[in-house]
């Protein structure tokens, strides 16, 4: 029979390992939000698109088999969505005011 902090540690272990991998695919998806941004830049499109944004979390909530409740699976996706547009606001910001500065030379 396993020790109780044995299992623990495996149980953590195995949490450690899903939070680098949770990481490594938010980072991926900024890297594509990054590049929508770029698009939308070039095209005069807004970054926030309501019903974008509520068609994805309605398709997210319904795939959702929990232990996370409907609500809490929408408040995580909000997040990861409000960083996102953060981001996409923050480089768009930076090249208005690069390309003030390169039209002022």
Do not use: C, W, Y
Not at 36 to 51: D, L, Y
Request: glycine share 0%; no cysteine.
């Amino acid at each position: 029979m396993s020790k109780p902090e044995d299992i623990l540690n495996e149980n953590r272990e195995q949490i450690d390992s899903l939070d680098q991998k949770i990481l490594e695919l938010l980072n991926k998806r900024a890297k594509l939000s990054l590049n929508i941004a770029q698009i939308k830049s070039q095209n005069n499109i807004p970054v926030f698109v309501p019903e974008r944004e509520n068609s994805l979390l309605e398709k997210i909530v319904s795939h959702n088999i929990g232990p996370f409740d409907s609500e809490a699976i929408r408040n995580i996706f909000l997040n990861i969505m409000d960083e996102s547009k953060r981001l996409q606001r923050s480089l768009l910001t930076n090249q208005k005011e690069k390309n003030l500065h390169d039209d002022q030379q």
